[in-house]
C-alpha cells in the first residue's frame, strides 16, 4: 500500500491489493440450483473448479438474492456445489443471482 498527499488530502492507493483480489477472486457462472426437501436448503452447482465457495445471501419477503464468490479456481473444466441455508422456507421467493440480477430456475434436489 503506498501513500501519497496531495493538496493537504491523503490519497491512498492500493492498487496492488485491488490487482490481486481481482485475480484470485470471481464470480462463477451458476449451471445449477436445487432447493432441498427442508424447503431451507439450497445447492448451487457452479462452474469452478476445487476452488474456494463463499456465498452472500440477502433474503427479503420476496426474493432471496445470492452472490457466490469463488476463489482460488484452477480454472478446469468441471463444476463445485454450495450449499446455503434460509432463515425460513423459501415459499413463494425468487432466487436471484446476485452477480447478473438474472432470476434462477430452481429444480427439486435429492436428499
Do not use: Y
Amino acid at each position: 500500500m503506498l501513500a501519497m498527499k496531495r493538496n493537504g488530502l491523503s490519497v491512498v492507493l492500493v492498487v496492488g491489493s485491488l490487482l490481486l483480489l481481482a485475480a484470485c477472486s470471481t464470480n462463477p457462472e451458476i449451471d445449477e440450483v436445487f432447493l432441498r426437501s427442508d424447503s431451507v436448503t439450497i445447492e448451487f452447482g457452479v462452474n469452478a473448479c476445487n476452488a474456494d465457495l463463499f456465498a452472500e445471501v440477502v433474503e427479503s419477503d420476496t426474493t432471496v438474492e445470492v452472490t457466490i464468490t469463488a476463489e482460488n479456481d484452477t480454472t478446469d473444466a468441471c463444476a463445485d456445489l454450495i450449499a446455503i441455508t434460509l432463515d425460513k422456507p423459501l415459499g413463494d421467493r425468487q432466487v436471484v443471482n446476485g452477480s447478473t440480477g438474472e432470476v434462477l430456475d430452481i429444480q427439486p434436489g435429492e436428499d
